[in-house]
């Protein structure tokens, strides 16, 4: 296929791919890219939500050129009743500052944009093309990788593993273990399209403003999961996810739930009138610090979905992302200017660039929080909502019955569920995990 040797070989063209490759190459390092899809992206039809600090740590002047939708200037949390919503909503006009925080986007456009700028800076890119495994030397260094194509084997000192979540290479070659299904989600997406006017009136929104609506409760049916709403330019992005574990669990299937979730009185207001025109499914890695792979070894490094690098109760991925591919190019570029070999010892330097960053920081904080959602998943998701649903509606309806009553009749739901108890070791459960 090819017969030059690179510096390094890059598997995967996504987020944390495509930083990894543009840091590289950026430095003056012979890049090798290589993406199974069709193009960088062709895989990603779904919205998303991007964080400009850390773009702009790899492209300062992106949001120049970068195909943006809307910027955020609004919060909506909501936990659902079988046909209500108790919320809690955060709107900031300082949000509509001159380079705003964040943005939705359109992965499939985001990331080809992306690749565009890994190649301006010298990498080479190639589509259509999976790698099959990787080769190693005879004492268990990694060389290189071989290709469905022909023409063999192609070398290099490094290669870094950007291939996701469910990405096989890493785990045939013996460097990570397949992810449980108790610490993957399986979220499906859909597209919904609207007149850019109507979806400004409906979510309150001038120019370019954007809000995003994320949702937990009954619409889960007891598993751990959210559903969510993205606002973008001439489209609205509606999805729900929930643990893989729970699915096999249970009958309910991802479409189906994300059927009840769009058909809730709360959201098939905001969706009326829509065309559906895309629909996408993928896996997210929900385990947390816990579940973090072996990140370096001899000539290879891991970054992104594939090293379980998201942030669950932030529902942060692309940023974790983005920070991991850079800093393993930035990595990669101080060993390989120092002309060291890209031994296990060396690349520890990576981990050390990321238990210095905010993304261990952050995972190793919350590092038991998905194991509780997990296993209290029918009181957080299920029995808690209901009893707040009902406890609102006692509070807010007038009909001639005494308020103590109502108290009564509250209290009594909770007695009922036996959830004194569980309410109150949940509670002091979550606020210790939270510490």
Same mark, same amino acid.
């Given at each position: 296929?090819?017969?030059?040797?690179?510096?390094?070989?890059?598997?995967?063209?996504?987020?944390?791919?495509? +930083?990894?490759?543009?840091? *590289?190459? %950026?430095?003056?390092?012979?890049?090798?890219?290589?993406?199974?899809?069709?193009?960088?992206?062709?895989?990603?039809?779904?919205?998303?939500?991007?964080?400009?600090?850390?773009?702009?740590?790899?492209? /300062?002047?992106?949001?120049?050129?970068?195909?943006?939708?809307?910027?955020? &200037?609004?919060?909506?949390?909501? *936990?659902?009743?079988?046909?209500?919503? !108790?919320?809690?909503?955060?709107?900031?006009?300082?949000?509509?500052?001159?380079?705003?925080?964040?943005?939705?986007? $359109?992965?499939?456009?985001?990331?080809?944009?992306?690749?565009?700028?890994?190649?301006?800076?010298?990498? $080479?890119?190639?589509?259509?093309? !999976?790698? !099959?495994?990787?080769?190693?030397?005879?004492?268990?260094?990694?060389?290189?990788?071989?290709?469905?194509?022909?023409?063999?084997?192609?070398?290099?000192?490094?290669?870094?593993?950007?291939?996701?979540?469910?990405?096989?290479?890493? %785990?045939?070659?013996?460097?990570?273990?397949? /992810?449980?299904?108790? @610490?993957?989600?399986?979220?499906?997406?859909?597209? @919904?399209?609207?007149?850019?006017? !109507? $979806?400004?009136?409906?979510?309150?929104? @001038?120019?370019?403003?954007?809000?995003?609506?994320?949702?937990?409760?009954?619409?889960?049916?007891?598993?751990?999961?959210?559903?969510?709403?993205?606002?973008?330019?001439? %489209?609205?992005? &509606?999805? *729900?996810?929930?643990?893989?574990?729970?699915?096999?669990?249970?009958?309910?299937?991802?479409?189906?739930?994300?059927?009840?979730?769009?058909?809730?009185?709360?959201?098939?207001?905001?969706?009326?009138?829509?065309? &559906?025109?895309?629909?996408? +499914?993928?896996?997210?890695?929900?385990?947390?610090?816990?579940? $973090?792979?072996?990140?370096?070894? #001899?000539?290879?490094? &891991?970054?992104? #979905?594939?090293?379980?690098?998201?942030?669950? =109760? @932030?529902?942060?991925?692309?940023?974790?992302?983005?920070?991991?591919?850079?800093?393993?190019?930035?990595?990669?570029?101080?060993?390989?200017?120092?002309?060291?070999?890209?031994?296990?010892?060396?690349?520890?330097?990576?981990?050390?660039?990321?238990?210095?960053?905010?993304?261990?920081?952050?995972?190793?904080?919350?590092?038991? *929080?998905?194991?509780?959602?997990?296993?209290?998943?029918?009181?957080?998701?299920?029995?808690?909502?209901?009893?707040? %649903?009902?406890?609102?509606?006692?509070?807010?309806?007038?009909?001639?019955?005494?308020?103590?009553?109502?108290?009564?009749?509250? =209290?009594?739901?909770?007695?009922?569920?036996?959830?004194?108890?569980?309410?109150?070791?949940?509670?002091?459960?979550?606020?210790?995990?939270?510490?």
């Amino acid at each position: 296929m090819i017969e030059e040797r690179f510096d390094a070989i890059v598997i995967g063209a996504g987020m944390a791919g495509n +930083a990894a490759a543009h840091t *590289m190459a %950026s430095r003056g390092l012979k890049v090798l890219q290589l993406e199974r899809g069709e193009y960088p992206g062709s895989k990603n039809v779904q919205g998303a939500i991007l964080y400009a600090d850390m773009v702009e740590k790899i492209v /300062p002047n992106f949001r120049e050129e970068a195909p943006l939708e809307r910027h955020l &200037v609004e919060q909506r949390f909501w *936990m659902m009743g079988e046909r209500s919503h !108790t919320g809690l909503q955060y709107r900031n006009d300082d949000f509509n500052e001159e380079k705003p925080n964040r943005y939705t986007i $359109i992965r499939s456009q985001f990331d080809r944009w992306f690749s565009k700028e890994v190649q301006a800076q010298g990498a $080479i890119v190639i589509c259509e093309t !999976t790698v !099959t495994e990787l080769v190693s030397d005879a004492y268990g260094k990694v060389i290189g990788v071989r290709t469905d194509r022909r023409g063999g084997t192609i070398f290099a000192d490094v290669v870094v593993l950007c291939e996701g979540v469910n990405g096989l290479l890493g %785990s045939r070659a013996g460097l990570r273990a397949t /992810p449980k299904p108790e @610490h993957v989600a399986l979220a499906v997406k859909e597209m @919904h399209f609207l007149p850019r006017e !109507t $979806i400004e009136a409906r979510f309150n929104l @001038h120019g370019d403003e954007g809000v995003v609506v994320e949702a937990a409760g009954v619409i889960s049916k007891g598993m751990t999961g959210m559903g969510f709403v993205y606002t973008n330019k001439e %489209s609205v992005s &509606v999805g *729900m996810g929930c643990l893989v574990s729970d699915f096999a669990a249970n009958n309910d299937t991802p479409y189906g739930l994300l059927e009840t979730f769009k058909n809730h009185p709360s959201i098939k207001p905001l969706l009326e009138g829509s065309e &559906v025109k895309e629909y996408a +499914a993928h896996l997210i890695p929900e385990g947390g610090f816990r579940t $973090i792979p072996e990140l370096f070894g #001899d000539g290879w490094v &891991v970054c992104g #979905d594939a090293a379980q690098l998201n942030n669950a =109760i @932030h529902r942060e991925g692309s940023n974790l992302a983005l920070t991991s591919g850079r800093l393993a190019g930035e990595a990669i570029f101080q060993i390989k200017s120092r002309r060291d070999p890209m031994t296990k010892q060396n690349l520890a330097l990576y981990k050390q660039y990321l238990d210095d960053s905010f993304v261990m920081k952050d995972l190793k904080k919350y590092k038991d *929080m998905p194991a509780l959602l997990h296993a209290n998943s029918q009181n957080y998701f299920l029995a808690y909502p209901q009893l707040v %649903s009902k406890a609102m509606e006692n509070f807010l309806r007038v009909d001639g019955t005494p308020k103590l009553d109502k108290e009564k009749a509250t =209290i009594a739901a909770f007695v009922k569920e036996r959830r004194w108890t569980g309410l109150f070791g949940d509670a002091w459960k979550l606020a210790r995990a939270w510490r």
